[in-house]
């Protein structure tokens, strides 16, 4: 079960206080979230669910795997387990029959039922939306938590995953590697409104435009101020101008 420590709740408030963007790296962030917001417009986050325990449960489902994998497990797990009350009392290996596609089946099975536990014992069968409630659920880190409340809680939540922060380097919004030290620097360019829409746009640019090993450019519309781009710095600037 993954509590957080008093040494962990001081050094995430270390790294909140000691962040702030610098206003070249602002002006940049504020580019890209208007550029993305018209390219992706109202994004909505691609697990299948109805409520916060189905977003929960398929959030903790998809660590290391994909949202098409997790989509075509959870009809039959929610079948069977629709709500915290019957998941608490589940069969831990039932469970991990119906996860094991999603890899790491046992972990995550075992999760699925102590965070149900959790939520029925602790919170009275409600989900809570207090990020500092959220990560003492087994299963639950900073990433899922924030994605509990953007998408479900319309609260503020900036989940950073791979595709975040993988982009958010190569944007230069960031050069921390820790996916907590690059929420708060994230967090500390955009309004508190806007920080759950761009994560999910930017996961979308990841998975269609930039990625991991091979980033398509040429096709890119953040190409001209992205310093990481392939094309030549200013070239696209010159071409549009040319026209
Ligand atoms: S220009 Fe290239 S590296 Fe930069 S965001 Fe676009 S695809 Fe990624």
């Known amino acids: 079960m993954r509590v957080k420590t008093a040494a962990k709740v001081k050094a995430t408030k270390k790294v909140k206080a000691t962040k702030k963007a610098n206003p070249k790296i602002l002006d940049r962030s504020a580019e890209i979230l208007k550029r993305l917001k018209v390219i992706y417009g109202a994004p909505i986050c691609e697990l299948t669910h109805e409520n916060a325990f189905q977003l929960l449960s398929a959030t903790i489902l998809s660590a290391q795997c994909t949202d098409v994998r997790v989509n075509m497990v959870t009809p039959a797990l929610f079948a069977e387990f629709p709500t915290a009350q019957k998941m608490a009392v589940a069969d831990v290996a039932r469970v991990e029959e119906l996860v094991r596609s999603t890899g790491f089946y046992a972990t995550k099975a075992k999760n699925l039922v102590g965070m149900a536990c959790n939520v029925m014992e602790r919170f009275d069968g409600e989900v809570p939306s207090a990020i500092e409630d959220l990560v003492t659920l087994p299963g639950v880190g900073r990433k899922t938590a924030n994605v509990l409340r953007s998408v479900v809680f319309d609260l503020p939540g900036l989940p950073v995953d791979t595709h975040v922060g993988r982009l958010s380097r190569r944007l230069g919004l960031t050069k921390e590697e820790d996916p907590v030290k ?24 990841g998975r269609r435009v930039c990625d991991a090993k091979k980033p398509k450019c040429d096709v890119c519309e953040l190409a001209d101020i992205c310093p990481s781009s392939e094309m030549p710095y200013g070239k696209l600037k010159k071409t549009k101008k040319a026209k």
């Open 182 to 205: 690059v929420e708060y620097e994230l967090n500390a360019m955009f309004d508190p409104k806007d920080w759950g829409g761009f994560s999910l746009r930017l996961i979308l640019h």
